[in-house]
């Protein structure tokens, strides 16, 4: 059992920016990938960034050159830069940690991130 628990979402103006966390705890064992999915109001989830150890991270094409997820393994924790945030960004974050022993999904709760002026 892997317990995510994320941090850093809020309100912010267009153009500004934004830093996520989220932390993983529990049987963390062998390897894995974290990232981060969002889900707008009345949109489907989507993928916003993934990033593997000995990988590169992997970016959807609305973020590429703005966001930027980096990981640190010591502490199991998962970041995620947002700049230069748009109004499209608006959504729920959502931190997702896969294992690749048992192919499980976890996730965070969510976090919201609000871009409005």
């Known amino acids: 059992q892997v317990q995510l628990v994320e941090s850093g979402g809020g309100l912010v103006q267009p153009g500004g920016s934004l830093r996520l966390s989220c932390a993983a705890s529990?049987?963390?064992?062998?390897?894995?990938?974290m990232g981060w999915y969002r889900q707008a109001s009345g949109k489907q989830r989507e993928l916003v960034a993934t990033?593997?150890?000995?990988?590169?991270?992997n970016y959807a094409d609305s973020v590429k050159g703005r966001f930027t997820i980096s990981r640190d393994n010591v502490k199991n924790t998962v970041y995620l830069q947002m700049n230069n945030l748009k109004p499209e960004d608006t959504a729920v974050y959502y931190c997702?940690?896969?294992?690749?022993?048992?192919?499980?999904?976890?996730w965070g709760q969510g976090t919201q991130v609000t871009v409005s002026s």
């Open positions: 997702n940690f896969w294992a690749f022993q048992g192919g499980r999904a976890y």
């Open positions: 529990g049987s963390i064992f062998g390897g894995n990938t």
């Open positions: 990033i593997t150890p000995g990988r590169p991270p």
